[in-house]
C-alpha cells in the first residue's frame, strides 16, 4: 500500500468569501468614507463660518474685558485693554493702544500678554465652533450613497475574487 502525502499548503475546497460579510465590509467602508471624505468647495457656506469665527474673537475680548473691569485696582495695561475693547475696533485701534505704551514698557509686555490671552481663546473656541460646524455639515449629507456605494463595490470584488478562485480550482 502507498502513502500519499498532504501539502499543508492545498485546501480541500477553494476559499470563498460570503455575500453577508463583503455587504458588511462594503457598508461599513462606506460609512467611514462619509465621515472621512472632506466636503466639497460649494457645501461650506463660508460667510457663515466666517460670521463664527469673528464672533468668537469679539466673545473672548469682551468676556476677558468684562473679567478685567470687575477688579477694583486696574494696572494702565489693563485699562487700556478695556478702553481698546470698548472702542469697537480693536484690530485698527491695537497699534494706537501700542504707541501710547511704548514709554512704559512693563505696562506694553503686561498689555502685549492681554492680547495674546485674548487671541489664544478665542482662536481655540473659534477651532471648536469650526470642527463642530463641519461634522454638522458632513452628518447633515446623506450617508445612504456612501453605503450604497460601498457595498457595490465590495460585492463587485467578493464576486470577483470567488470567480478567479473557481477558475484556479478548476485549472488544478
Same mark, same amino acid.
Not at 84 to 91: A, I, M, P, R, Y
Not at 104 to 125: G, T
Given at each position: 500500500?502507498?502513502? =500519499?502525502?498532504? +501539502?499543508?499548503?492545498?485546501?480541500?475546497?477553494?476559499?470563498?468569501?460570503?455575500?453577508g460579510?463583503? &455587504?458588511?465590509?462594503?457598508?461599513?467602508?462606506?460609512? %467611514?468614507?462619509?465621515?472621512?471624505?472632506? &466636503?466639497?468647495?460649494?457645501?461650506?457656506?463660508? $460667510? =457663515?463660518?466666517?460670521?463664527?469665527?469673528?464672533?468668537?474673537? /469679539?466673545?473672548?475680548?469682551?468676556m476677558? /474685558? +468684562? !473679567?478685567? $473691569?470687575? $477688579?477694583?485696582?486696574? /494696572?494702565?495695561? =489693563? !485699562?487700556?485693554?478695556?478702553?481698546?475693547?470698548?472702542?469697537?475696533n480693536?484690530? !485698527?485701534?491695537? +497699534? @494706537? %493702544?501700542? +504707541?501710547?505704551?511704548?514709554?512704559? /514698557?512693563?505696562?506694553? #509686555?503686561?498689555?502685549?500678554?492681554?492680547i495674546? &490671552?485674548?487671541?489664544? #481663546?478665542?482662536? %481655540?473656541?473659534?477651532?471648536?465652533?469650526?470642527?463642530?460646524?463641519? @461634522?454638522?455639515?458632513?452628518?447633515?449629507?446623506?450617508?445612504?450613497?456612501?453605503?450604497?456605494?460601498? %457595498?457595490?463595490?465590495? &460585492?463587485?470584488?467578493?464576486?470577483?475574487?470567488?470567480?478567479?478562485?473557481?477558475? @484556479?480550482?478548476?485549472?488544478?
Amino acid at each position: 500500500m502507498s502513502v =500519499q502525502s498532504i +501539502k499543508n499548503t492545498e485546501m480541500s475546497r477553494p476559499r470563498r468569501c460570503s455575500v453577508g460579510g463583503a &455587504l458588511a465590509v462594503g457598508l461599513l467602508a462606506g460609512n %467611514a468614507v462619509h465621515d472621512v471624505l472632506p &466636503l466639497g468647495q460649494n457645501s461650506i457656506p463660508y $460667510k =457663515q463660518i466666517r460670521n463664527l469665527v469673528e464672533y468668537s474673537y /469679539s466673545n473672548s475680548y469682551n468676556m476677558l /474685558s +468684562k !473679567d478685567i $473691569k470687575e $477688579k477694583s485696582i486696574r /494696572s494702565l495695561a =489693563q !485699562d487700556t485693554f478695556v478702553h481698546l475693547v470698548e472702542s469697537g475696533n480693536v484690530h !485698527d485701534n491695537y +497699534k @494706537k %493702544a501700542v +504707541k501710547s505704551l511704548e514709554n512704559n /514698557s512693563e505696562a506694553l #509686555e503686561e498689555f502685549k500678554e492681554l492680547i495674546w &490671552l485674548a487671541n489664544n #481663546e478665542s482662536s %481655540a473656541a473659534a477651532r471648536k465652533l469650526l470642527n463642530n460646524h463641519i @461634522k454638522t455639515l458632513k452628518h447633515s449629507r446623506a450617508t445612504l450613497p456612501f453605503l450604497v456605494g460601498g %457595498a457595490i463595490v465590495c &460585492l463587485i470584488g467578493a464576486a470577483i475574487y470567488n470567480y478567479t478562485n473557481f477558475v @484556479k480550482s478548476i485549472e488544478s
